[in-house]
């Protein structure tokens, strides 16, 4: 069984920089992996912030920014606000099925 | 504006049966897929299927596959996801989403989550 590995926890300064990373169980996570990152907060749905590795939607805040790094999937939060503490999970694609990771909480301390 | 909106809170017997909905609006609905994505307790999010409302095709985790059922009736522009026996371990918040695949994009949209309680 597949399994995608993220951080289980993170904390960061207000305004400082931290980034998130996905790995694959099968090996380096390349673009055909199709990368998606989704922020949750407590007692709300999942909102989607980065697709395809490093696309963001018309509300993604632009201090989010995704990439590819070391093998991995990487989701950077630049100038970090207190609002940006949530969970974050990545989302990988394997020829016709997906796999979310296990997820990051991410502190702003 | 694109919204789904998903059915109220359940609460079940085990071995009974349960079908939730997920109503679409401000979007073609037989033009991209919807899946499903449960949530248990305090735990991470786990995809569990898609559905293609124009075909009905549909494409199950292999955790999932045999376990529930996705189907959607395009008429009333709604998804569903059911059960036929439910157990506690069904026990869990469970997502609809819009899911442009084509376009690389999966899970766009998020409908507001329904919470499944299965107990005795």
């Known amino acids: 069984q597949t399994v995608v590995t993220q951080e289980p926890s993170l904390t960061v300064s207000p305004g400082g920089t931290v980034t998130l990373t996905c790995a694959s169980s099968t090996g380096a996570v390349t673009s055909g992996y199709y990368p998606n990152w989704f922020q949750q907060k407590p007692g709300q749905a999942p909102r989607t912030l980065i697709y395809d590795t490093s696309n963001k939607h018309s509300w993604t805040p632009a201090r989010f920014s995704g990439s590819l790094l070391g093998g991995k999937a990487a989701l950077t939060l630049s100038g970090v606000q207190p609002e940006d503490e949530a969970e974050y999970y990545c989302?990988?694609?394997?020829?016709?099925?997906?796999?979310f990771g296990t997820g990051t909480k991410v502190t702003v301390l | 504006e694109v919204q789904l909106v998903q059915s109220g809170a359940e609460v079940k017997k085990p071995g009974e049966s349960l079908k939730i909905s997920c109503q679409t609006s401000g979007y073609s609905f037989t033009t991209y897929w919807i899946g499903w994505v449960r949530q248990m307790p305090g735990k991470g999010l786990e995809w569990m299927g898609f559905?293609?409302?124009?075909?009905?095709?549909?494409r199950y985790s292999p955790s999932f596959e045999g376990q529930v059922t996705i189907s959607a009736d395009k008429s009333i522009t709604t998804a569903y996801l059911q059960w036929s026996s439910l157990k506690a371990s069904d026990t869990a918040m469970y997502y609809c989403?819009?899911?442009?695949?084509?376009?690389?994009?999966?899970?766009?949209?998020w409908g507001q989550g329904t919470m499944v309680t299965v107990s005795s």
């Open positions: 989302l990988l694609y394997y020829g016709g099925a997906y796999v």
């Open positions: 989403a819009r899911c442009p695949l084509r376009e690389k994009r999966p899970f766009d949209i």
């Open positions: 559905i293609y409302p124009d075909d009905s095709g549909t």
